[in-house]
Nanobody
Framework: QVQLVESGGGLVQAGGSLRLSCAAS????????MGWFRQAPGKEREFVAV????????DYADAVKGRFTISRDNAKNTVYLQMNSLKPEDTAVYYC????????????????WGQGTQVTVSS
């Protein structure tokens, strides 16, 4: 399994931007599809974005399309989530997750998770 550590969360005003990072341990990072999920208080964890092992393909939740961009740097064992035009409804704990080989969008399909980073968007 791969160990994941998120960073980059914080408090931002509506319309602002944040860039989340997720650093992975191990030498097999490029074997994993990487996803970002979020969980707001009282709600279930939901899919945000996913990127394939080599970064060739990506997928996004409808709620973030056109505003968020997922990317990865396999040389640095890091995946990123650039979040622009943030809205108060984007407020949540954001988690990165790893899934061996194939992309997916369901949380249950990911075997490794980070501890999460809080993103708060004020109106």
């Amino acid at each position: 399994q791969v160990q994941l550590v998120e960073s980059g969360g914080g408090l931002v005003q509506a319309g602002g931007s944040l860039r989340l990072s997720c650093a992975a341990s191990g030498r097999t990072f490029s074997s994993y599809a990487m996803g970002w999920f979020r969980q707001a208080p009282g709600k279930e964890r939901e899919f945000v974005a996913v990127i394939s092992r080599r970064g060739v393909s990506t997928d996004y939740a409808d709620a973030v399309k056109g505003r968020f961009t997922i990317s990865r740097d396999n040389a640095k064992n890091t995946v990123y989530l650039q979040m622009n035009s943030l809205k108060p409804e984007d407020t949540a704990v954001y988690y990165c997750a790893a899934r061996l080989l194939v992309v997916a969008v369901q949380p249950a399909d990911f075997g490794s998770w980070g501890q999460g980073t809080q993103v708060t968007v004020s109106s």
